[in-house]
């Protein structure tokens, strides 16, 4: 069983910062990439940002030089900063994973159940 949870979300004004962090933990032999989601309200769940075990990242236009996400493999810890915040980045955000149970398993995806970041204007 693998479980993934986020923490960092709150209520910021614009033009603020946070930082959202997402911990692994369960017994299971590879995480792949992790990435993070997020959905606002009457909106489908949109990509933010992934980076791969070897720290290769890609991000939504939206946010681009405004987040960075990155990873600590040892922690099993996925992390998103993000700075100059907007209103428009209101939402859930979630935390992805595709882990691999045992070596002889395909990868499968695992979500957190969300942190809301509420920016304020």
């Known amino acids: 069983q693998v479980q993934l949870v986020e923490s960092g979300g709150g209520l910021v004004q614009a033009g603020g910062s946070l930082r959202l962090s997402c911990a692994a933990s369960g017994s299971f032999f590879s995480i792949n990439a992790m990435a993070w989601y997020r959905q606002a309200p009457g909106k489908q769940r949109e990509l933010v940002a992934t980076?791969?075990?070897?720290?290769?990242?890609k991000y939504a236009d939206s946010v681009k030089g405004r987040f960075t996400i990155s990873r600590d493999n040892a922690k099993k810890t996925v992390y998103v900063q993000m700075n100059s915040l907007k209103p428009e980045d209101t939402a859930v955000y979630y935390c992805?994973?595709?882990?691999?149970?045992?070596?002889?398993?395909?990868?499968?995806?695992?979500w957190g159940q969300g942190t809301q970041v509420t920016v304020s204007s």
């Open positions: 980076i791969t075990s070897f720290g290769s990242t």
């Open positions: 992805n994973a595709g882990v691999r149970m045992t070596y002889r398993e395909n990868e499968r995806d695992y």
